[in-house]
């Protein structure tokens, strides 16, 4: 039992640490848009940034932050995956990055055995 609480505990912290980022690099010889990064990718939708400005990207849980070299930073939340009787609850878009992103929840029963094993 230690040991399947152990792993759902490592499993919670690895999820509400860990998101993923990825870079839009900023082509040589794009239209230079007022000194200001620039993306018109249809995924997206971000458009122009302001250097050091951050943008929530609508409709998803992602933030887009432009870079002194001009390239636009994204930022995302993680993937879950987990095993009954956890589950995950799906991200909130009203709430901004990164509380709007999905959480992992468990039976409060497993968070007591949890903790009286911590208090031992």
């Given at each position: 039992?230690?040991?399947?609480?152990?792993?759902?505990?490592?499993?919670?912290?690895?999820?509400?640490?860990?998101?993923?980022?990825?870079?839009?690099?900023?082509?040589?010889?794009?239209?230079?848009?007022?000194?200001?990064?620039?993306?018109?990718?249809?995924?997206?939708?971000?458009?122009?940034?302001?250097?050091?400005?951050k943008k929530?990207?609508?409709?998803?849980?992602?933030?887009?932050?432009?870079?002194?070299?001009?390239?636009?930073?994204?930022?995302?939340?993680?993937?879950?995956?987990?095993?009954?009787?956890?589950?995950?609850?799906?991200?909130?878009?009203?709430?901004?990055?990164?509380?709007?992103?999905?959480k992992i929840?468990?039976?409060?029963?497993?968070?007591?055995?949890?903790?009286?094993?911590?208090?031992?």
């Amino acid at each position: 039992m230690k040991v399947v609480l152990f792993i759902l505990f490592v499993c919670a912290l690895y999820s509400s640490v860990y998101s993923w980022t990825a870079v839009i690099e900023h082509k040589k010889g794009q239209s230079d848009h007022g000194g200001h990064c620039y993306t018109d990718s249809p995924v997206f939708k971000i458009g122009s940034l302001q250097k050091y400005e951050k943008k929530r990207i609508e409709s998803s849980c992602l933030i887009a932050e432009c870079l002194e070299n001009k390239d636009i930073s994204l930022w995302g939340c993680a993937k879950h995956a987990v095993e009954p009787p956890c589950y995950v609850v799906p991200g909130n878009l009203l709430k901004p990055y990164p509380r709007c992103c999905p959480k992992i929840k468990c039976p409060e029963n497993m968070k007591e055995e949890e903790n009286r094993l911590n208090l031992l």
